[in-house]
C-alpha cells in the first residue's frame, strides 16, 4: 500500500460541534497536515452552512456510515486519526479499527477526548475513550481526574495528555481600544437542552428581553445554535427563534437573535451570559467578563455546577443592576485558561510514538470478554458485530426479513431518504404543531 508523501490528519465527527473540536485539535496537533473529515450519518450530520460558520473547511469531506468506516482503505493510511465523536460510538470504532489494522505495518496514530467541560458521565466516558494513543484532557483538573480513573480500573494513564479546548483563541477583550464606539453589548449563549422545558425556555427569554427593557442603552444578542432544522450535538425541542413570537410583550430592539461563529461574536461582545456553554470557557480565555446564571439553580443537571470556585456565578437579577462577574485567577489557571502553547505535550507524545517504530494494537478497554453484555449492543447499534465488520440490513429492516439491500443501492438511496427526512423535520412536522395548537 503506497502511502502519501505529505502527512495526513482525519477527523471522523458526528455533529457540527465535535467537528469543530476535531477540526481545531487537528490544526493544533498537524498543522501541517491535510486535513480529511469523514462525517458519520446521523441525525446531526453537519450542513454546509454549519461548517462554514464553523470555519476550519476540510481539503476532502466523504459522509459514511460506521460501516463503511472501519473497511476504508484509505483511512489506515492516515498518519492522525482524530475521533470526534460520542463515547459509544468512539469505542465500537476503536475496537473495530484495531481488529482491521492489527495486520497493518502502519495505521494512523489515534486521538480522542471531550468537545467541552466535562461535568457529568466522566468515568461512562472516559472508559469508551481508553485504548486510544492519546486522550485529551482540556485541563490539569481533567487530566487528574482522566488519571485518576484509569488507574482504578487498571487502564494505561500514560494516553491522557493534558492540553486545552483548541478553539480558545482571538483576541484579548479591550473595551477601551481605539474606536470602540459601539454600544454595551451582551451576549447570551444559547444551548440546546439546557434548560430543556419549553416553560424554562420560554422565561430564559422572557428575562433576556427584560434585560434588554430594563437597559435599552445596551445591545443584548442571543447568540443561537442552528437554524430551524438543522440539528447539533443535542436535541434542541423548544428553538428560541420559534419562542419570541411567544413572549407576553413583543421583543424590544435591542434584542436581537443572531447567528455565526461563536469567536466573531464574542469581538463585540462586552459581557458573556450563560447557563454552562462551552462559549463561556471562550470569554474567558480572552478576558472578556462572563456570568454564569444561577436562575435555574446550581445543579449537575444544568451543568454549571462545573463554574463553582470560579467567581462567575450570577442571576439576572445581578446583571439587570449593572453586576460585573471578575472570575477567581487560579480557577482560571486549573482550567487551562490562558496557558501557552497548550498543545506542545501531545504533539511531543505524537512525535514519540512516531519515533519509537511500529504501534502497538489499538487495545480499548472494553472488550467482548470484559463487558459481553454491553460492547455487543454498543456494535450493533453503529452496525457492527464482534469481529470489526459491518453487520448485513434485511431489506426490511427485521428479525425475520429476507434478502440484503445491496451497498450501492443504499448509497442511492441515502440521499432522497435525507431529503424526505428534512422536508418532513422542517415542513410538516412544524405544520402539524400549529394545527395541534389550535385544536
Sequence with gaps: MIREERHRVVVVADSDTRWKWGASVARQIGPDHVLDAYFLRTRATPTERQLAEIGIMPDSRRDV???????????????????????????????SLGLNWAALEHRPITVTGYVGVVYEKLVDGLLTRAGADLVLANSAYDAERFREVFLGVGTDQTSVVETALPFMDGNPYDRTAAGVTRSFTVCFAVQPSVPRSKRAR?????????????????????????????????????????????????????????????????????????????????SLHRGIPTAILTDFGVREANGNHYFTNSGCLSSWSEIDDGHI????????????????????????????????????????????????????ELLARHGLDERGRPLPVPLGGGPGARGLVPRHLRKMLRPLAKRVYQFGYQRVAPALRRVGGQL
Excluded: F
Aim: with cysteine; proline share 9%; glycine share 6%.
Design 202 to 282: 420560554l422565561r430564559m427569554l422572557e428575562r433576556a428581553a427584560e434585560h434588554a427593557r430594563r437597559c435599552p442603552e445596551r445591545l443584548v444578542l442571543m447568540k443561537l445554535r442552528s437554524l430551524p432544522g438543522e440539528h447539533t450535538t443535542h436535541i434542541e425541542a423548544h428553538p428560541y427563534q420559534s419562542l419570541i413570537g411567544q413572549l407576553d410583550n413583543p421583543a424590544p430592539p435591542n434584542l436581537q437573535l443572531v447567528y455565526g461563529n461563536m469567536g466573531e461574536v464574542l469581538d463585540r461582545t462586552d459581557l458573556l451570559v450563560t447557563v454552562s456553554s462551552t462559549a463561556a470557557l471562550e
Design 65 to 95: 456510515d460506521a460501516g463503511e468506516l472501519v473497511v476504508d482503505e484509505q483511512l489506515a493510511t492516515a498518519d492522525l486519526l482524530v475521533l470526534a465523536t460520542a463515547g459509544g460510538t468512539t469505542v465500537s470504532l476503536l475496537h
Design 325 to 376: 462577574p471578575v472570575p477567581d485567577p487560579a480557577w482560571k489557571a486549573h482550567q487551562g485558561i490562558g496557558k501557552g502553547d497548550p498543545y506542545a505535550a501531545a504533539r511531543a507524545r505524537i512525535a514519540a510514538l512516531r519515533a519509537a517504530g511500529p504501534l502497538p494494537l489499538i487495545t480499548p478497554y472494553y472488550t467482548p470478554q470484559r463487558a459481553s453484555c454491553y460492547l455487543p
